[in-house]
């Protein structure tokens, strides 16, 4: 039986909405971060740093199951880091891991970060199942550590400024991803298993305009630019440079393809209802988008 969940990216868009919905099920909740919080009924802070492997231990111990995130910006050495937490928490009694991932990663070959990581946590032997979504919702209403969000564009500028032009793709709500997560770490019958959480309709930049402009009132505009501006986000927030000519590429080709675009019931499988749709998320972030 899972009682303790470790949950690593606390604080991220999915780790922190994770946390709620455990303890709603019953569990113990470890919230780990760099910087941990106060803890509450039935949630404990736990001081966590990927790059700090004398975190690990104090994370790990006592603990049934795991949620897994690795770091904002995925490198090489990524894969080792969580070798490491699992070879520590599988010798500690873990019986679970679930991981975030990214839509495709299953697909990329061995060499991609994300894919070593994926590799690393199936070569672990503790139970896991990956997630591996396609860009969330929350991106335009919520911050990113790499760049400035598309909130801050739409709010004070009324536009969207980034790569895609007419690419689409299936956003899907991070409550929603969140959702599957705390199934998969709770439930059985997810063991080694893939999940690709996907929202209901594929839309481009424009489409999503549309749909936030109706919401707030404003027309707010698509404005194409180039992999220029992540490229050099990237670079600002730490990237060697390599990785961060790769990761713009990728995330501009992806974008742009249509390869993001698909729609499949993995949500409706695990939960049992649709995912969330573009128009009532916008509806539910609205604030994020008033001056």
Avoid: C
Wanted: proline share 7%; glycine share 10%; no cysteine.
């Amino acid at each position: 039986m899972i009682k303790t969940v470790l949950v690593t990216g606390a604080t991220g868009k999915v780790g922190r909405r994770v946390i709620p919905r455990l303890a709603r099920r019953g569990m113990t909740v470890r919230a780990a971060s760099r910087s941990p919080r106060v803890s509450l009924h039935s949630i404990d802070s736990v001081r966590f740093d990927w790059t700090d492997a004398s975190t690990y231990q104090p994370a790990v111990a006592g603990v049934d199951a795991i949620y897994l995130v690795p770091g904002p910006v995925p490198q090489a050495d990524h894969a080792d880091k969580i070798r490491s937490l699992l070879d520590v928490a599988g010798g500690g009694g873990v019986r679970r891991a679930v991981l975030l991932s990214s839509f495709g990663v299953g697909q990329a070959p061995p060499e991609n970060p994300l894919r070593r990581i994926e590799l690393a946590v199936e070569a672990s032997g503790v139970p896991y199942t990956i997630l591996r979504p396609v860009a969330f919702m929350e991106n335009f209403s919520e911050g990113l550590r790499w760049r400035e969000s598309f909130a801050v564009g739409i709010r004070e500028r009324d536009e969207i400024v980034g790569p895609g032009g007419k690419g689409i793709v299936s956003y899907v709500s991070a409550d929603d991803i969140a959702a599957v997560a705390a199934i998969a770490l709770t439930e059985d019958g997810h063991s080694g298993k893939a999940y690709a959480p996907l929202g209901p309709e594929p839309l481009t930049l424009a489409q999503v305009a549309e749909q936030i402009s109706w919401v707030t009132g404003r027309k707010i505009k698509y404005v194409e630019t180039d992999r220029t501006p992540i490229r050099d986000a990237l670079l600002a927030s730490g990237a060697p440079p390599e990785t961060a000519e790769h990761n713009s590429q990728v995330y501009t080709h992806a974008f742009s393809s249509g390869m993001f675009g698909v729609v499949n019931d993995d949500i409706l499988n695990v939960i049992g209802r649709p995912p969330l749709s573009f128009g009532e998320f916008a509806a539910g972030a609205v604030a994020a988008w008033r001056r």
